[in-house]
Every structure is written in structure tokens, then in C-alpha cells.
């Protein structure tokens, strides 16, 4: 209790105990892959197709990266991290930069040889009024690809002003090096020597090394693809690892291009020999239009299921299967590299080859909702995203009992707020029962948390859910009805 003093009126504030459970996200996409330009191995949250061509630059020939993103967003998708990957030494992996432009060194802000369609053009400043001009002054203008990107004025090179260079220019396109006072002369100069570096290996996506761990400081991601690994067994292996050790994010992996049915089989049952609950596996390849050359283009189609994955998530909720001929619609596919028919399907829907298929009026469409689990349990994609997202949101919404008083005062707290968060997810449809009784329980009481767990500084908390799942098999029996004879 307070100390009261003196007389007067005393204002308390008096907690409810009432702690509310907020779900966390399960929309993000989270993607590694060969970009044309852009910071590398830094995840960059992108939340449209123009902040992605702004950071890290359009379609190239020798990545799917850009394709995969597209297809995302073009799915529904609403945001996602991205990282691009690149190794090499300083010979393999250069940023082009300028040579004779005096003292000033001109140069990519990334990697690559897209550095080399840049140019820098100095001119004289424009005039001041009154008409005098600074002979020390001058105008910078970047140019790529042919076009003027960016245009800088009445800068200089004298370290003293408040004009300098490296003060006034906040490029988006160069970065800058001042090495003296002499004024660069005007004219045009291309940035050269930019190269791309070595060839990616598997154990560059994912591993112990990979790029993928770049994302371990970003707590949000939640759908992990790789599209430019082309479908490689080692790397769908170590990337579901990966997500299996976050205990927050679900893998979306692709075949190999060029499979037939039989082929696709003995990659997952095989050559992969996957088994985990935290990645599913898509099959064929998907035929879009390539905004390139404006021809049709096979793309893994991890980008488009990631698309799809995040869309369901926002429209229906994570409990609901991402598959179907409503939200399953790939709506960036013209086509499929392989039209499958039933009876491949039926060989791999059930060692867990998630189909797209082609049906006559509907397109393309996701035929399949299965993880990679050799457990019965864990056999659907929703089931496991689900359980992804009760358990980091009940993590994330009991943090405050930590350092609590452990009583059965705070075990009453704990029931009532998780229970209030679970009825809600029971009403939205993701729990199987009639009654939120049927549905799920928490159990935070004397007998899990006896006195030598109480002793031990610990708090038990036993939570249970009847996960809703797909109506994977719909059975309808016809029978012939026979009017009875008259007596």
C-alpha cells in the first residue's frame, strides 16, 4: 500500500490483470536470391514491386530472385524480406567505378556489373543570381542505362563549404570518394569493372554458412523461399533445418526443373529423402510471362506459393489450406511446364508432392496442401503454420510472467488471458469443435506446477487444440432411389 500523509484525494492506478494475447503475423515472405543490384546479405523489407526495383533492380536472365518476388506480390502478397547473395574475392566481385575524373572517384553502391551501364557527367554549375558562376563549383548528374537518374547542382570538391560533394549528395545509384581539391573536368565518364563473382553453391544458400541466416536478426519472417536454388535437395534439406530451429517460419521448396511424375517421386522420396513438418514441396514448374522479353518463361514456383501462402493468411487465416480452386488460383501463371494427370497426381499427393494442377476453366491451381512429415500428425500444411502461430503468439504473450510473483493468483491471470486469445481463435474457425470446451484447454494449475516445480522457478502451462483440418478427400455417395410398390 501507498503512504498517505497528508489529507487530500490520491489518484491510483489499479491493473485489471488482465494482459490481452495479440496474435502475431504469419504473412511475411522472407526470400534469398541472385539479384541484379543491391545491398548483399542484408535482409531489406520490400513491401511493393517498386521498392524492390529500387533496391535491388529488375528481371535478370541469370536469376529467378525478381521473378519470385513479383510472383509474390502478384498473388497477394503484402511484404517480405529479401537478401541478396553473392560471393567472391576482390577480383570476382567489383563495384565499377569511375577513372580520370580528377579528384573525384565516382562508384557503384553495390556489386555487380550493372555498375558498368552507370556514367557520371560533370557540367558546369547552373548560374547563380546575378549571373556569377563559381569556377570551383560544378553539376553531377548520373546517368544508367542511358537515362539521367540523378542530377546534383552547385556542388564542390572544397572540403571547407557546406556545398561539398560528399556532403550535398545523398545518391541512390554511386557513392562517392574525394580525393583532393581539384575540380573533375566536365564531360562524360563511364563507371567500369563491375563483376558479379563466383557461382553460388548449395552450401552458400543454406547451412552453416548460407545466406539464409542473414535473416536470424529479423524476428517477422514467416515464408521462406529460394527460388534461384533451382530445386537443389541439400539446400531444401539445411533450409527447413533452418526454419525447424526458428520455430517461427515454414519452408515453400521447388523441384528440380525437367522432372516428369516419376522423376518428381524419386527426388522427394530419393534423392532428398526430406522429412520435416516445417516445409512443403511444390511440383512442376509454373509458365509466366516474361516481362523481359514478353515470351513465356518457366519460374520455380516457390514465389507464386509464397504469394499465395500470404494471401490466405490475410483473406482466410492461417488455419485455412493454402490450395484450392479458390485461393489456390495462380493467378501470374499462363501455363505449366507439365500438364499432370490424376493418375501421376495420385501417386504423389500422398508422399507429400504438393501438384499444381491444370483444370479446364480454372487455370493453374495449387492441388495439394501437404508438408514434407513422415508424421500423420503433421501432415498438413495448415496444421503446422497453425501451431506456428498459437505457439510464438502465446511465447510473445506471456513475457510479463516472467519475474512474477508464482501463485496461484498468477496462474488464474495466465488461464484467463490465454484462454481469451484461444476462444477467439476457436470463433474464426481455425479450432475443430461445436464449444470452446470441445475446441481447446489450459491447464495452469496445482497439479502441473507442484511445489518443487514452484521451487525451481518454474510456471507450467499446458495448452491443447483441435486444429481444423482440410477436407483433403470430399466423398459423395448416390444412391438410386426406388419408389416402393402399392399395397
Known sequence: MPEYLSPGVYVEEVSSGIKPVEGVGTSTGAFVGIAQRGPIGKPRLITNWTQ??????????????????YQFFSEGGTRCYVIRAAKGSATTLKKAETAAMGSLVVRANSEGIWGNALSAVVADETTLPGGSVRIDYFQLSIVYDGAVVEAFDNVTLD???????LKRVDSKWVEMVDNG?????????????????????SSDWAGATGFINSFDPVDDINIVAIPDALGNA?????????????KDCFFVADTPQNLDAQGAA???????????????????WISISDPLTGKSKLTPPSGAIAGIYSHT?????????????????LKSAIG????????????????????????????????????LSADSEWKYVNVRRLFLFLEETIDEGTQWVVFEPNTPMLWGRVKRNITAFLTNVWRDGALFGTSAAEAFFVKVDAENNPP??????????????????????????????????AG
Request: hydrophobic fraction near 40%; include cysteine.
Open 266 to 284: 524419386a527426388f522427394r522420396m530419393v534423392t532428398g529423402n526430406f522429412n520435416s513438418s516445417y516445409a512443403a514441396i511444390y511440383y512442376p
Open 336 to 371: 505449366l511446364e507439365r500438364v499432370i494427370t490424376k493418375g501421376e497426381h495420385d501417386t504423389l499427393n500422398p508422399i507429400g508432392v504438393n501438384v499444381i494442377r491444370s483444370f479446364p476453366g480454372a487455370g493453374s491451381v495449387v492441388w495439394g496442401a501437404r508438408t
Open 234 to 246: 541439400t539446400v531444401t534439406q539445411n533450409a527447413y533445418t533452418y526454419c525447424y530451429n526458428r
Open 181 to 201: 581539391a581539384t575540380r573533375p573536368p566536365n564531360g562524360t565518364t563511364p563507371l567500369a569493372g563491375g563483376l558479379d563473382g563466383d557461382t553460388l553453391l
Open 452 to 485: 518443487e516445480v514452484v521451487d525451481a522457478g518454474r510456471l507450467i502451462i499446458e495448452v491443447g487444440v483441435a486444429p481444423v483440418k482440410p477436407a483433403e478427400f470430399v466423398i459423395i455417395r448416390i444412391s438410386q432411389k426406388t419408389l416402393g410398390k
Open 159 to 165: 572540403e571547407a563549404r557546406p556545398d561539398h560533394v
Open 313 to 329: 493468411d490475410v483473406a482466410r487465416g492461417v488455419h485455412k489450406a493454402p490450395a484450392g480452386i479458390e485461393v489456390g488460383y
Open 52 to 69: 524492390f526495383t529500387a533496391t535491388f533492380g529488375g528481371f535478370v536472365e541469370n536469376g529467378y530472385l525478381a521473378y519470385a518476388v
